[in-house]
């Protein structure tokens, strides 16, 4: 990885990663890969072009489908299939699904080249659950952020009930625990810390605090 310079933010869901990993890219001058958003978007794909319904996917077609498209920088922005996905990948609906979606062999396969070939080039911040340990090991800076569950489903409640959404505290911090589960006992790339990387609980700071920790940390 000779040309890529990177920053690995991992952890567990609603920790506040894509707001540190936005902010520190910013204060950096640094490119931002959200990997979450790449399998919000795989997943969106699959429920609105009816390769996921009544909960069951067809592997085929949809792998199919992921060989005929292909991620793209839009300016510093993700494309995926002609289209710039924003609040769409977002919804309760896509948090349910994506954690299934995202523990595919295939659709693993298929976001570990994405990331490793858009990175190319670039110093880049990522967040996601797995790009210290798997996607750029030899990251130079590893960080892990964790949190209670009760702590980020009121972050994520406040959040969404700020865009309008109803769904209920219960039900954010009942997808945060599957979600929880679903990725740290997955067989490929499982949610984990790198032996690495530095753990920072944020339960008890905010973003402002953890992002002087993080910087802190870079020399
Ligand atoms: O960061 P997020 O909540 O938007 O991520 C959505 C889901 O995508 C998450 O539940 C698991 C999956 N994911 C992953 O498997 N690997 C990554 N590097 C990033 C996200």
């Known amino acids: 990885m000779s040309n890529i310079r990177v920053i690995a933010i991992d952890g567990y869901a609603a920790t506040g990663k894509s707001t540190l990993a936005k902010k520190l890219a910013s204060e950096l001058n640094y490119r931002y890969m959200d990997t979450g ?10 429920m609105t072009q009816g390769f996921l319904k009544d909960d069951r ?6 792998e199919a489908f992921l060989s005929k498209n292909h991620f793209y920088w839009e300016g510093s922005t993700l494309g995926f299939n002609q289209q710039v996905l924003r609040n769409e990948i977002r919804t309760y609906e896509v948090s349910t699904n994506v954690s299934k979606i995202a523990a595919l062999p295939y659709v693993r396969k298929f976001a570990l080249k994405s990331q490793r070939d858009l990175a190319q080039g670039h110093s880049i ?4 659950r797995d790009i210290g340990t798997v996607v ?9 952020l964790d949190a209670s569950p009760e702590v980020r489903a009121q972050r994520r409640w406040e959040e969404m009930q700020q865009q309008g959404s109803t769904v209920s505290l ?6 945060i625990r599957a979600r929880d589960k679903e990725d740290s006992e997955r067989a490929i790339a499982p949610l984990r810390k790198a032996d ?3 753990l920072i609980d944020t339960s008890n700071q905010n973003i402002e605090e953890v992002f002087q920790t993080l910087l802190s940390h870079l020399v």
């Open 57 to 62: 996917l067809d592997n085929t077609a949809f």
């Open 125 to 128: 911040v990522m967040d996601g």
């Open 196 to 198: 690495d990387a530095l």
């Open 170 to 175: 219960e039900a954010i911090l009942e997808n």
């Open 136 to 144: 750029f090991p030899e990251a130079k800076y590893k960080f892990f």
């Open 37 to 46: 958003s790449m399998f919000r978007v795989l997943t969106y794909q699959a």
